[in-house]
């Protein structure tokens, strides 16, 4: 089977998804051993998940193997189940859907090495996700989620939580990448707040993007006066994100023009919008 080439991997310390909390029965506190396990390690007890993000580049038909590594930082063993889910995009916004049920799904083409796993204590395990790109399929992003099985303590002695950590894989099948802008709208600054440059993007295409862009300010004149980068995010098919970027210096009243250029893909998007400070 021809393999999907994994252009970029993005690797975090930090997890792809927030942890996903829910009700459970009255959880057991850990002991003075793990307490002390933690204190002495000189660490901020914390689990983490890589890669957080893996961009894979291919066609149909195509296949890819990724190894999920998950780091526990604790003083407790945690339990994990391995399921897969597609994201796609309604109305503008991410939507996770359980494998299957969309037409040509991705998740539910993904084969763990292992449907369960238990991270020790200050250890770190592995899992093997194996998948394939259906034919025609639209889904250009899925999540493998390691889902917690175990009860967290919590501040509530009769409510237990539990986690769960993702991370997200995301797939360019062909050239159609297409990002529509909107106008450029620019915030002055007051007494309490920067100066913010923002611009909403619409992925109309039907590949994955993350645009990555700078906000120029020009005089009158066109001579640059200032510069404010915009955090790059990433935009799947029919996704619609708002890109801000503060300016902290302060401008002397005038008249001035600011503009906007996010590259992706081996592309450029330019949009520009004029301003006046008082």
């Not at 975090?12 to 204190?39: D, E, Y």
């Not at 190894?67 to 604790?74: A, Q």
């Not at 037409?103 to 369960?116: G, R």
Request: aromatic residues 6%.
């Amino acid at each position: 089977m021809n393999q999907i080439r994994i252009s970029a991997v993005c690797l975090l310390a930090l997890l792809c998804l927030p942890c996903v909390f829910a009700q459970a029965a009255p959880a057991t506190p850990p002991g003075p051993q793990n307490t002390a396990t933690q204190q002495n390690t000189g660490q901020q007890p914390s689990i983490s998940l890589s890669p957080a993000v893996v961009m894979a580049r291919g066609s149909f038909g195509q296949g890819l193997t990724q190894t999920l590594t998950l780091n526990n930082l604790t003083g407790l063993d945690f339990a994990f189940e391995l399921i897969a889910e597609d994201v796609i995009v309604r109305d503008g916004k991410r939507v996770f859907v359980t494998a299957g049920e969309t037409e040509h799904s991705i998740a539910a083409t993904a084969v763990f090495s292992q449907s369960k796993i238990v991270i020790k204590a200050h250890s770190a395990g592995s899992v093997d996700v194996r998948l394939t790109i259906p034919p025609d399929t639209k889904i250009r992003a899925m999540v493998a989620i390691f889902r917690g099985t175990d009860v967290l303590p919590s501040s509530t002695p009769s409510v237990g939580m539990t986690a769960s950590l993702g991370a997200l894989l995301t797939f360019n099948l062909t050239d159609n990448v297409k990002l529509d802008p909107d106008p450029v709208q620019v915030k002055p600054a007051n007494e309490s707040s920067n100066m913010v440059i923002s611009q909403w993007i619409t992925n109309s295409g039907t590949e994955p993007a993350v645009p990555e862009g700078v906000a120029a300010i020009l005089s009158t004149s066109g001579s640059l006066v200032g510069k404010a980068p915009f955090s790059p995010q990433r935009l799947l098919p029919g996704e619609r994100l708002e890109f801000a970027a503060e300016y902290p210096e302060q401008l002397n009243a005038g008249n001035y023009r600011v503009l906007c250029s996010f590259q992706f893909e081996g592309k450029t998007l330019t949009k520009d919008a004029t301003f006046k400070i008082q």
